[in-house]
């Protein structure tokens, strides 16, 4: 598509509920990342995908987030047993790796509030 | 790790300049962006420098001291469009992922 698409805009939830959340890259960027950006707070990187290679899932906050990446375009992440302190907007982000300055192109982002 | 700093807020009148500063201490350094973020919209890029020096824009400006761990974003005869948020970006050597400082707040005034 024309730029990165995300899905849902906005989700309210339960706590203790699992919540899945969608992200559409640009088509032929191979690199595809999530951060998560709290009220006053700077964007928080969570994982990266790159193609074949292992993501780095090195900025998840708990074994409670997982993320996957199907067929090197779509990725869904998922928060089992929501807290509270999930609340939060989920920036999805793409890019062409080794493209120079391999500028992240980013979704508007799926606003995530738990009750 | 990264460590990202800038002013939380600025304001500024219609057609002035605003200067927004931007400091970090980082393992390696690959590149400094700047984003403009408007409120429940994505962040867009605006300017990236990875050498010394200043990198112009039309209205926007850019400026990079890697030995100082420096730059500034230079908005020049602002408009009340500008008025957003202002993410500060860097990206450490051998690495891909961007670190962001938390962003400042810009409001243009009539």
């Known amino acids: 598509g024309a730029g990165v698409s995300q899905s849902p805009s906005n989700k309210v939830t339960e706590k203790g509920k699992d919540v899945e959340l969608r992200c559409d890259p640009i088509?032929?960027?191979?690199?595809l990342y999530w951060y998560r950006q709290s009220l006053g707070q700077g964007l928080e990187f969570l994982i990266y995908?790159?193609?074949?290679?292992?993501?780095?899932k090195s900025g998840l906050p708990s074994d409670r987030f997982s993320a996957e990446r199907t067929g090197g375009s779509v990725s869904t992440l998922t928060i089992q047993r929501t807290q509270q302190e999930d609340s939060a907007v989920y920036l999805c982000a793409s890019s062409i790796q080794g493209s120079g300055a391999n500028v992240l192109t980013f979704g508007a982002g799926s606003r995530l509030t738990v009750l | 790790g990264q460590n990202i700093d800038q002013p939380t807020e600025m304001t500024a009148t219609e057609g002035a300049i605003v200067q927004i500063n931007c400091t970090y201490q980082?393992?390696?350094?690959?590149?400094l962006f700047w984003y403009q973020q408007h409120a429940g919209e994505a962040p867009t890029f605006l300017s990236y420098n990875v050498l010394d020096g200043l990198e112009e824009k039309g209205r926007f400006s850019s400026f990079l001291s890697r030995s100082k761990g420096y730059s500034y974003l230079l908005l020049k005869e602002l408009q009340m469009k500008d008025s957003a948020s202002y993410l500060c970006?860097?990206?450490?050597?051998?690495?891909?992922?961007?670190?962001f400082g938390a962003g400042t707040t810009v409001t243009v005034r009539a």
């Open positions: 980082t393992s390696g350094f690959n590149g």
């Open positions: 970006a860097v990206r450490g050597s051998n690495d891909y992922k961007l670190s």
């Open positions: 088509s032929g960027h191979t690199a």
């Open positions: 995908f790159q193609g074949n290679s292992a993501p780095d």
